[in-house]
């Protein structure tokens, strides 16, 4: 069973401030993957960032790092120089890397919300 | 390379007409899902088929068929339509567990 905790429904923050989004999981599979997604109000949802369980270093695409704590189960992402268009719904998911049982879990979202 | 399409983008349905939700990759994946939102909830599993001709129940499979037509297409069926299922209908596919790439969803009302 797979489960993830999103604690933040909102965030505010200033334009060209880092962001932090939280994000801790559960799950009974060895072998995993953490995801995050992006959802804008146009409502699709934008690919961001993956992190497998046997990687030891933190996933980087651009401006997106996900922050991994194997212990503490955590899986966070961190947003560097927050842009306006940052603005929108972020979901933190979790999925099995075992082929055939590769279906994702995914948590409530965060609403962040970029400040002028 | 248009990744993953969804046909209808959006439709209306009174109760217990049933209906048909499409969809397609382009990029030779093994896997597809169907997902479902509601209002301030993150995303759940309906079905899943982790191959052509293979299917599986997800989370919230009641009310639901799909059809693995081929590789490249995985359908869901509304048989009789409830206001339950009033909801962002999202596809997706993948492939080696790092990917999952999601198409622009179909948002279905039922009356």
């Known amino acids: 069973a797979q489960k993830i905790t999103q604690t933040q429904p909102g965030m505010f923050v200033q334009e060209k401030e880092a962001v932090t989004l939280d994000c801790t999981y559960d799950?009974?599979?060895?072998?995993?993957?953490l995801f995050w997604y992006k959802q804008p109000s146009s409502g699709e949802m934008i690919f961001l960032i993956y992190?497998?369980?046997?990687?030891?270093q933190n996933a980087t695409e651009g401006r997106y790092s996900l922050n991994f704590q194997k212990a503490r189960k955590s899986a966070n992402l961190v947003i560097s120089a927050s842009q306006l268009g940052d603005s929108a719904m972020y979901f933190c998911?979790?999925?099995?890397?075992?082929?055939?049982?590769?279906?994702?879990?995914f948590g409530t979202g965060t609403r962040l919300t970029i400040i002028p | 390379n248009a990744g993953v399409t969804q046909t209808p983008k959006f439709q209306v349905l009174k109760t217990g007409q049933s209906m048909t939700l499409q969809c397609a990759q382009d990029?030779?994946?093994?896997?597809m899902y169907w997902y479902r939102q509601d209002p301030g909830m993150g995303l759940r599993l309906i079905y899943y088929?982790?191959?052509?001709?293979?299917?599986d129940k997800g989370e919230v499979p009641n009310g639901y068929n799909v059809s693995r037509l081929n590789k490249r297409e995985f359908s869901l069926r509304l048989e009789s339509a409830a206001p339950s299922q009033t909801s962002v209908y999202f596809c997706?596919?993948?492939?080696?567990?790092?990917?999952?790439?999601f198409g622009p969803g179909t948002r279905l009302t039922v009356t």
């Open positions: 997706a596919s993948s492939e080696g567990g790092q990917g999952r790439y």
């Open positions: 799950t009974s599979d060895q072998s995993y993957g």
């Open positions: 992190q497998g369980s046997y990687d030891e």
């Open positions: 998911a979790t999925g099995s890397l075992n082929f055939g049982n590769e279906k994702l879990t």
């Open positions: 990029m030779n994946h093994n896997s």
């Open positions: 088929s982790a191959s052509e001709g293979t299917t």
